[in-house]
């Protein structure tokens, strides 16, 4: 049973070493499983039974300092509130619990004071190393500060070309969205794609190019249209697709994100024609509260932050405990989930 105390005065160790009748240190060593230590097992048990009685917490920056080890990794992220947030939080805590750590997660919302701010309190709390995420594929750039500990960066990578980071396959997620539309019979396959300079749309587009090429398809310039990453301008790019005369007009279309899918949507079914029997459609990202709620519901690659999040831990637990990576650059497969829009 705990012993009643006054919420405004700490217990400390020495509070517990009185307890039980031990020295201070004695009780530090039972804290910390200190190897070595030889503690008779009664002493041991009524070390315990004190902190028990008396509600000791040990204070875990004292800890940490002492033991050169805090348990915890850091999350510096600005998608803690967007679409893809819970994955990739969930694949990292998920890993990092398997190791008896935690994450202290810092929404940044891209501002580079903020994250300095916040880069900087991570260090203060001792976190063996550091995850940073971003919402969309990009170059970044960290503080130098971030060297100071084993840093891992999820869905972007390093400027500089000196952190290791953890990519999706863009280009293979490309491929299979092209060829399940090839495969169902589709040879004219339009492509409205994302901002053309960025990585995503870079890699996209080649993976849709290649599997053109395999299915023995010339890629037509002409049915690559940008859509900006946005409904909007996926509506635009997809009447432009639309409207040309039915012998050059596409069959299917492959949009670079589920949001410009959505715009697609709109295009094909003011056209009085129907998604898949006159015109498929294979979208990218798998945002749930777009993909799932199409009618019909829309075919598309997922974006692996989960498992993006989940590798990022694991290769944060190799650096931190001393092992060489195998690789500084990982992607990670983009999978097809099948709907009802091809």
């Known amino acids: 049973m705990k012993v009643a105390t006054n919420k405004t005065q700490r217990v400390t160790m020495s509070d517990v070493a009185r307890r039980a009748g031990v020295s201070r240190t004695t009780v530090s060593f039972v804290l910390n499983d200190k190897p070595g230590a030889a503690i008779p097992d009664e002493t041991r048990r009524r070390i315990l039974e004190a902190i028990d009685e008396l509600g000791y917490r ?9 033991a050169n080890r805090s348990g915890w990794f850091g999350l510096i992220t600005e998608i803690v509130t967007g679409p893809f947030a819970a994955e990739v939080i969930t694949g990292a805590q998920s890993r990092a619990w398997g190791d008896r750590r935690f994450l202290l997660i810092a929404a940044s919302e891209g501002d580079p004071t903020q994250e300095a701010a916040a880069l900087d309190q991570m260090l203060e709390h001792r976190v063996e190393g550091l995850l ?4 969309w594929h990009r170059a970044v750039r960290l503080p130098k500060a971030a060297r100071e500990v084993p840093t891992v960066l999820v869905n972007c990578y390093d400027a500089e070309g000196e952190l290791p980071c953890i990519l999706p396959d863009e280009e293979s997620g490309g491929y299979k969205a092209t060829r399940r539309l090839l495969d169902a019979g589709h040879t004219r396959v339009g492509f409205i794609n994302l901002d053309p300079a960025i990585p995503a749309a870079i890699g996209r587009r080649e993976g849709y190019e290649r599997a053109l090429r395999e299915a023995g398809i010339t890629p037509d310039p002409a049915l690559v249209i940008p859509g900006w990453a946005t409904a909007d301008g996926a509506y635009t ?10 012998g050059d007009r596409p069959t299917a279309l492959f949009c670079g994100n589920d949001r410009m899918a959505m715009g697609a949507y709109d295009a094909i079914k ?12 294979v979208g990218f990202d798998n945002q749930e509260l777009i993909a799932a709620y199409l009618r019909p519901k829309l075919t598309t690659l997922a974006l692996p932050f989960e498992a993006m999040g989940t590798k990022g831990v694991d290769m944060l637990a190799a650096l931190a405990a001393g092992q060489p990576l195998d690789t500084h650059r990982v992607t990670i497969d983009c999978p097809l989930l099948e709907r009802s829009s091809v």
């Open 270 to 281: 003011e056209r009085g024609l129907r998604i898949p029997h006159d015109v498929a459609v």
């Open 237 to 246: 790019a997809a009447c432009e697709l639309l409207d040309r005369p039915a």
């Open 132 to 135: 940073y995420a971003t919402t």
């Open 58 to 66: 040990p204070n875990a920056g004292a800890r940490a300092l002492a």
